[in-house]
Structures are given as structure tokens and as C-alpha cells.
């Protein structure tokens, strides 16, 4: 395995010079991010401008952006960097002239920069299922369709090793490889974004 593949997306897209792992990383959380902005009331065009922001932000912060280790640590900062967006264009707009519900979205903000209120709570459920989802749909072509299978019946349909082994065939130590080997570069691709045990 040559130092590339070693490295996750968030580590390649953080390294100068590496436009595609960039664009990569961009393209995985853009659904995600725009649709937590329109739960904010952000119409469809400011959330293109807003998203350009964020990403603008992020690609100029991300190769200074210390991991600290902790689980969630790329996804609290993501967090926090769109919700001072938010803060910056409900100013700019000057939402807060219109009388409607303004204290109201300023809460929800609030709410959600704060680490351990229920809307980050949301935001980290969401995150991490969105994520590994389609981490998921990154990696999938990598395997055979019987290591994939053997893999899904086990994390996802709950079936014991041996179950699964008789069910495709295979024998239990490939079943148990199918299992480590997926689970291994889902790891891998998403550390740092998601905390895969």
C-alpha cells in the first residue's frame, strides 16, 4: 500500500496540492450541508453562496485544522464553521428587522454551536449516518461482490459468522476476512471524519 492510499480523505484533502481529494471531500458533504441550511430558512440561492463559503473557509482552514484525536472533532469544527456562517448572513440580511421569529432561528443557533445541546446531538446523528453511507458507496467498488455480501450480512442483517459462511459458502475465516478487510478501509478513507470502531 503506497503512503496515499494509507492517508483518509480528510488527511489527502488537507495536503497542498491534492485539488482531487479536495474536491472529494467537498462533494461528500455538500448534500449534507445544504440541507441543514435550508432547515435554517436559507433559500436556495443564498444556500449556493453560503455553501461556497463554507467550503471557501474550510479549504483555506483545513491544512491548519489540528485533529485532536477526539471522536467527532472534524464534525464539531464543521459544525461550528457553518453555524458562524449562518450567524454572518442572517446579520447581513438583517433578518432581525423582520419581526419574524428572529430570537427564535438565533436560538436554534445557539443550540447548535453548543457541543452538548440536543440540535448537536441531531447534527452528530445525522452527520454520522449521512457519512458512512456514503463512505460506503466510496469503497463498495474495492471489494467482490461475496466479500461485500458477507460483510453487509453481518454488520447490517445481524447474522452470525457461521450463518453467513453456510449461507455463500465460504468458509468461516474468509467470512471473518470479508468483515475486517471492509471494515478496514471504511477506517481507513473515513478517519477523522467519522469514528469507526
Known amino acids: 500500500m503506497n503512503e496515499a492510499t494509507s492517508l483518509s480523505l480528510l488527511q489527502r484533502a488537507a495536503s497542498a ?3 482531487d481529494s479536495w474536491e472529494r471531500l ?6 449534507l450541508m445544504r440541507r441543514w441550511l435550508l432547515q435554517y430558512e436559507v433559500q436556495a440561492a443564498d444556500a449556493d453562496d453560503l ?5 471557501s473557509v474550510v479549504a483555506q482552514e483545513l491544512p491548519r485544522f489540528d485533529h485532536n484525536g477526539q471522536p467527532g472533532a472534524f464534525r464539531s ?10 450567524h454572518n448572513f442572517w446579520r447581513a440580511q ?11 432561528f438565533l436560538e436554534q443557533l445557539h443550540q447548535l454551536e453548543d457541543d452538548a445541546s440536543d440540535a448537536s446531538r441531531v447534527w ?3 452527520h454520522d449516518q449521512y457519512v458512512i453511507t456514503r463512505l460506503m458507496e466510496v ?19 445481524g447474522h452470525k459468522a457461521e450463518v453467513v459462511a453456510a449461507e455463500l459458502e465460504m468458509s468461516l475465516g474468509a467470512v471473518y476476512m470479508a468483515r475486517h ?3 478496514n478501509a471504511l477506517r481507513r478513507e473515513g478517519a477523522g471524519l467519522i469514528d469507526l470502531r
Open 51 to 55: 455553501l461556497q463559503e463554507v467550503f
Open 139 to 157: 469503497v463498495r467498488p474495492l471489494f467482490q461482490e461475496k466479500t461485500w455480501e458477507a460483510f453487509r450480512r453481518q454488520m447490517f442483517d
Open 26 to 31: 467537498a462533494a461528500l458533504y455538500e448534500p
Open 94 to 104: 438583517k433578518y432581525g428587522q423582520r419581526g419574524r421569529g428572529t430570537s427564535s
Open 17 to 19: 496540492g491534492d485539488a
Open 181 to 183: 478487510r471492509v471494515l
Open 124 to 126: 452528530n446523528a445525522e
Open 77 to 86: 469544527w464543521l459544525r461550528k464553521t457553518l453555524v458562524h456562517r449562518l
